[in-house]
Structures are given as structure tokens and as C-alpha cells.
């Protein structure tokens, strides 16, 4: 695993644009405010485009790529089309199964099930449906968090642009493949729940 993904604080933040199809993001370290990762979805089928400007936006699959600022391969995070709830899977920088993410029925806010590649439960991110505020716990520990930066009144009014930090306890092993799952899951925050 690669050691970027060490760090316990990041900053996401979605990139701007009135009529944008895909879903890509820049990732900082908010402390040097440089680029430390970039989330992009490069390979957006025809009909997956038109759907994206439809109600059905929050049903289109998606095939998204972390990389390190420098382009090497961090994590994938592939979703198909999502009738009722969705099921996201995620990949290594080697495109091995290490975990996925269940929707669960009927929760107010969002609700995933976060599982390891054996379908084992290592955490659950759960949001309020009141504000920006999402928390990654497993057996009433709380792992890390993620809340919303407004980046000023004027740029939120005219674009969808979120931003988001995410702050993972130190409690979670540096080298431990639930940090690659946490930081997929945040990328999973805007495309399943709030899109």
C-alpha cells in the first residue's frame, strides 16, 4: 500500500463545472494545500453521459480511479446500475477485491455496510440527512469522520462543487487496507447519496 495513504487528514474537492457528466476530484493534504491524489472517472460510456443529466443520475454506474498526483494507481472504485440500493466495489492498485460497500434499505441520511473482500463487516458509514456530517465506526468506535469546508457562499450558490475533509483516528493502522476502503467510500458519499 502505497504511503500516502498514511496520513490521518485530506481534503477533497469536487471539480467545478455547470454541465460535467463525470465525477473527478482533487485530493490535497490541507496542511502543504498541495495535490496529493486525484479521483477521476475517464471512461464514461455514451448513454452513461445522457443518463448523468437525467433523474437517473443516481443509477448510472460508475468506474472511478485514485491516483497519487504523479498518476501511479491507488484504488478503483466500480459500481453497476443501481436499481434499489447499491453495492460498489473496490480494487487495489493491483485490481485485487479488498472490500466492498452496501447500501442499506430505508436509512434517513445513507447508510453503507463497509465489507472486506471475505464479506466480513469492519465498518459502517452512516451520515445525518440534516447536514454534511458522515462517520466511520465499527463496535462504537469511531474510525474517521467527514464533514463538509464551505468554500464561500458565491461558489456554492452558482456551482455543485463540494468539498470535504476527511479525518481518519489515528487508531487506524497506517498500513491497513480500511483506509484504502475509507477513502473510497468517501468518493462514494457525493455519487450515491447526494447526487
Request: aromatic fraction near 12%; proline fraction near 3%; hydrophobic fraction near 40%.
Amino acid at each position: 500500500m502505497n504511503p500516502i495513504l498514511s496520513q490521518n487528514l485530506f481534503l477533497v474537492k469536487e471539480h467545478v463545472g455547470m454541465f460535467k457528466a463525470s465525477n473527478n476530484y482533487d485530493i490535497y493534504n490541507p496542511e502543504s494545500n498541495q495535490i496529493i491524489m486525484n479521483c477521476r472517472e475517464n471512461n464514461l460510456g455514451f448513454f452513461t453521459k445522457i443518463l448523468r443529466f437525467t433523474d437517473y443520475k443516481r443509477a448510472t454506474p460508475f468506474n472511478v480511479e485514485i491516483t497519487t498526483a504523479s498518476g501511479e494507481k491507488l484504488i478503483s472504485v466500480k459500481r453497476g446500475i443501481a436499481i434499489f440500493r447499491s453495492t460498489v466495489e473496490i480494487f487495489d492498485e493491483k485490481d485485487r477485491l479488498i472490500g466492498t460497500f452496501k447500501q442499506k434499505f430505508f436509512s434517513i441520511g445513507g447508510k453503507f455496510e463497509i465489507l472486506d473482500k471475505n464479506e466480513k463487516p469492519v465498518a459502517t458509514l452512516q451520515g445525518k440527512w440534516t447536514g454534511w456530517d458522515f462517520k466511520f465506526s465499527h463496535e462504537n468506535k469511531q474510525l474517521a469522520q467527514v464533514s463538509k469546508k464551505w468554500a464561500g457562499m458565491g461558489k456554492e450558490f452558482f456551482t455543485s462543487a463540494d468539498n470535504y475533509i476527511l479525518q481518519i483516528e489515528e487508531t487506524v493502522p497506517a498500513d491497513s487496507p480500511l483506509r484504502q476502503l475509507i477513502l473510497a467510500a468517501v468518493m462514494c458519499i457525493d455519487m450515491v447519496l447526494k447526487e
